[in-house]
């Protein structure tokens, strides 16, 4: 794993110096080692920078840039079945000179050129420089494991596997984005292919796309679909021989990522997607894995009794990381740096703890994100299955007397479920479903914080027109249409891209560890969207093959009790221990001087709030996120 940056400077206006600020803006990304290579034409300066975090061949001969013939890479990543590709390209005629994945990379670059992407099993975004075409090559891995940014203005063209690299270039015009701040403010993070910032984007997952040094030109294209998957017939299969293909599939993408020169870990949290990914891997090894779980018992988030009973059953040497609300509290404050981007999941903080105490053990740890957008876990799947058809039916004046109800009691005046962590949150999602529970609106009710029209009331500036996003997909053809399929698949192209994936590389970035994703493997999910739904949602139990699987290796008895994940009590810190932090960031003159938001809206929401509606927390949350992330990088 390791972080790239570099430019393409029409100006000239680059220097050494310049690439190697921007290249040791990623050092947590890459301590191990780091390299630049500057090329001055005739016509533009080249700049290519890398920080490398060994993992495989921890030798000189994994040292990048690294060149072959006329070919130059900055490779971020890993691709697992190197070893196999590299056989193949031996019998062809190649010759290595070391045993890192990224030499194969170049070397399949060369043999097959755009179409080495289709062998590759792995998580990746590289940059590849040919002298020979004098094009540009860039390549983003099928799920968007690995991010990969780029900025385009006036000549000057900048890429970073991280935001703040294109601060360091005198070039880069920081010019925020407002298309982007109302999705932000939507969705608690800016959806790809768009960036906070103006002439700034993101390469899309599944895609590659040339940059020509010639005329400046950009061609992009898509080499991988997840829809291409779920626009297939469903398999003909029992369901007792699908759990074992199933089963077959997921072990193998586990054992490929047990492939390292360095020591491994697995996060273990006790339920379900974890147990599968540590079930699997300890089944054949004598030797113990090494699992961790983090708990911080004085918020309320502790899953670590759980996670020991399927640790001490499954047999893996585990080590209990605790921490505190303090150690949390701490954390907050260096969010917009490790973030470079709004982004306002709050399951960072305990993502970031986990990764930063496992690292005193181990350099690679697997984890089971996906699960949930694989094999149809989300409790949002549920409602849409229950009482998607019973709300479609309700009349419109019903709805609307139900949601004019809820308006008038806050959430804290529900009995006992107020106490729950994430209920606050879910109270206000309920309320924007019930205005408009058709199935089409349904996955934007589940995944706004506002629509489209309530944004007119957040934003200074009301005549910007709304980002395309994949939220609107219509790729899913009308035969192979269900509602479960719908949501699964628009969750694996937006929630997972830009939230789950993007908290997951900077919080295992930002401890120089290496975190692996066997459910994104693409062979699983090219395998479960050909599941019939029912295998997945069966009787309205979710993930139910996937749970059949486990239950073979951890007795259902241990595992069957309500999911925990990463929730943390937001509504309790605003309104004590963060309090403080919201009056600093969310002043009257801060946000007048800012002119992004209206300031009646940030003052309506903060007395809300603290008037006791802590169904607003979210909203308050991702406001302040924004608001510290523009006092870090705008100021």
């Given at each position: 794993m390791?972080?790239?940056t570099?430019?393409?400077?029409f100006?000239?206006?680059?220097?050494?110096?310049?690439?190697?600020?921007m290249?040791?803006?990623?050092?947590?990304?890459g301590p191990?080692?780091g390299g630049?290579?500057?090329?001055?034409?005739?016509?533009?300066?080249i700049?290519?920078?890398?920080?490398?975090?060994?993992?495989?061949d921890?030798?000189?001969h994994?040292?990048?840039?690294?060149?072959?013939?006329?070919l130059?890479?900055?490779?971020n990543g890993?691709?697992y079945?190197?070893?196999?590709?590299?056989a193949?390209l031996l019998?062809?005629?190649?010759?290595?000179?070391?045993g890192s994945?990224?030499?194969m990379?170049l070397h399949a670059?060369a043999?097959?050129?755009?179409d080495?992407l289709?062998?590759?099993?792995?998580?990746?975004?590289f940059?590849?420089h040919?002298?020979?075409?004098?094009?540009v090559?860039f390549?983003r891995?099928?799920a968007?494991?690995k991010?990969l940014?780029y900025?385009?203005?006036?000549?000057l063209?900048?890429?970073a596997s991280?935001?703040?690299?294109f601060h360091?270039?005198?070039?880069?015009i920081?010019?925020?984005?407002?298309?982007?701040?109302?999705?932000?403010?939507?969705?608690g993070?800016v959806?790809?292919?768009h960036?906070?910032f103006?002439n700034?984007?993101k390469l899309e997952?599944?895609h590659?796309?040339?940059?020509?040094?010639?005329d400046?030109?950009?061609?992009k294209?898509?080499?991988?679909n997840?829809y291409d998957?779920?626009?297939?017939p469903?398999?003909?299969?029992?369901f007792?021989?699908a759990?074992?293909q199933t089963?077959?599939?997921?072990?193998?993408?586990?054992e490929?990522?047990?492939?390292?020169?360095?020591?491994i870990?697995?996060?273990?949290?006790?339920?379900?997607?974890?147990?599968?990914v540590?079930?699997?891997?300890?089944?054949s090894?004598?030797?113990?894995l090494?699992?961790f779980?983090?708990a911080?018992?004085?918020?309320g988030?502790?899953?670590a009794p759980?996670a020991?009973e399927v640790?001490?059953?499954?047999?893996?040497?585990?080590t209990?990381?605790?921490?505190?609300?303090?150690?949390?509290?701490?954390?907050?404050?260096?969010?917009p740096?490790?973030y470079d981007?709004?982004?306002?999941?709050?399951?960072?903080?305990?993502?970031?703890?986990?990764?930063?105490?496992?690292?005193?053990?181990?350099t690679v740890?697997l984890?089971?994100d996906a699960?949930?957008?694989?094999?149809a876990g989300?409790?949002?799947?549920n409602?849409l299955m229950?009482?998607?058809?019973?709300?479609e039916?309700?009349?419109?004046f019903?709805l609307?007397l139900i949601?004019?109800?809820?308006e008038?009691?806050?959430?804290?005046?529900?009995?006992?479920?107020?106490?729950?962590p994430?209920?606050h949150?879910?109270?206000?999602?309920?309320?924007?479903?019930?205005r408009?529970?058709s199935?089409?609106k349904?996955?934007?009710?589940?995944?706004?914080?506002y629509?489209?029209?309530q944004?007119?009331n957040?934003l200074?500036k009301t005549?910007l027109d709304?980002l395309?996003t994949?939220y609107l997909?219509?790729?899913?053809k009308?035969e192979?249409y269900?509602?479960?399929?719908?949501?699964?698949?628009v969750?694996?192209?937006?929630?997972?891209?830009?939230?789950?994936?993007q908290k997951?590389?900077?919080s295992?970035m930002?401890?120089?560890l290496?975190?692996?994703?066997?459910?994104?493997?693409h062979?699983v999910?090219?395998?479960?969207a050909?599941?019939?739904?029912?295998?997945?949602?069966?009787n309205?139990?979710?993930?139910?093959i996937l749970?059949?699987?486990?239950?073979?290796?951890?007795?259902?008895?241990?595992?069957?009790?309500p999911k925990m994940?990463f929730?943390?009590p937001?509504?309790?810190w605003?309104?004590?221990?963060?309090?403080e932090?919201?009056?600093?960031?969310?002043?009257?003159?801060i946000?007048?001087?800012q002119?992004?938001f209206?300031?009646e809206f940030?003052?309506?929401l903060?007395?809300?709030?603290?008037g006791g509606?802590?169904?607003?927390?979210?909203?308050?949350w991702?406001?302040?996120?924004?608001q510290?992330?523009?006092a870090?990088?705008?100021?």
């Open positions: 390791c972080g790239i570099g430019f393409f400077d100006t000239k206006s680059s220097s050494g110096l310049i690439l190697e600020r290249s040791n803006t990623l050092i947590h990304r191990d080692d630049t290579l500057l090329l001055n034409e005739k016509n533009l300066q700049g290519l920078g890398h920080r490398r975090l060994s993992i495989i921890l030798s000189e994994g040292k990048q840039p690294m060149q072959f013939e006329n130059t890479i900055c490779f890993e691709i079945n190197y070893q196999e590709i590299k193949q019998i062809l005629g190649h010759h290595f000179t070391g994945d990224t030499e990379i670059y043999h097959w050129g755009q080495c289709q062998k590759f099993i792995g998580m990746f975004a940059v590849i040919d002298t020979v075409t004098n094009k090559f390549a891995d099928r968007g494991i991010p940014f900025y385009f203005k006036d000549g063209f900048l890429f991280e935001l703040k690299a360091e270039h005198p070039g880069f920081k010019k925020i984005n407002l298309q982007a701040v109302g999705a932000f403010m939507q969705y993070n959806p790809s292919p960036c906070i103006e700034c984007f997952p599944g590659w796309m040339t940059f020509s040094l010639k400046q030109s950009l061609n294209k898509q080499y991988w997840v998957a779920y626009n297939q469903k398999i003909s299969l029992s007792d021989d759990k074992i089963e077959k599939i997921l072990t193998s993408a586990c490929y990522r047990m492939v390292a020169d360095v020591p870990g697995v996060f273990l949290s006790g339920g379900y997607d974890s147990a599968c540590t079930a699997l891997l300890q089944k090894r004598i030797n113990k090494k699992t779980t983090i911080v018992p004085d918020i988030l502790n899953e759980y020991k640790a001490r059953h499954l047999g893996t040497d585990h209990e990381i605790e921490c505190t609300e303090k150690d949390a509290f701490n954390l907050i404050v260096n969010l740096y490790y981007e709004p982004f306002a999941d709050s399951s960072a903080i305990p993502t970031t703890l986990v990764s930063i105490m496992a690292r005193k053990h181990v740890a984890s089971a699960g949930d957008e694989v094999f989300y409790n949002r799947y409602y229950r009482y998607g058809k019973k709300l039916a309700i009349p419109t019903i609307k949601t004019e109800i809820m008038q009691i806050p959430s804290k005046k529900i009995p006992i479920l107020k106490n729950k994430n209920f949150n879910r109270y206000a999602k309920l309320k924007y479903i019930l408009n529970p199935r089409q349904f996955m934007l009710s589940l995944s706004q914080q629509t489209d029209e944004l007119s957040v200074l005549s709304r395309e994949n997909s219509t790729e899913l009308n192979y269900t509602p479960l399929a719908y949501m699964m698949a969750d694996y192209e937006t929630y997972l891209v830009d939230d789950i994936l997951v590389d900077r295992t930002t401890a120089s290496e975190g692996r994703e066997p459910f994104l493997d062979r999910i090219e395998w479960a050909t599941l019939p739904d029912s295998f997945k949602y069966y309205h139990e979710k993930k139910y749970k059949e699987i486990v239950h073979q290796y951890v007795p259902r008895q241990m595992m069957n009790r994940g929730a943390v937001i509504a309790n605003l309104q004590n221990g963060l309090r932090l919201v009056e600093e960031h969310l002043q009257e003159k946000i007048k001087d002119g992004v209206r300031w940030v003052e309506r903060k007395t809300n709030f603290f509606k802590k169904e607003y927390s979210q909203e308050l991702n406001l302040l996120m924004f510290m992330w523009y870090k990088w705008m100021k």
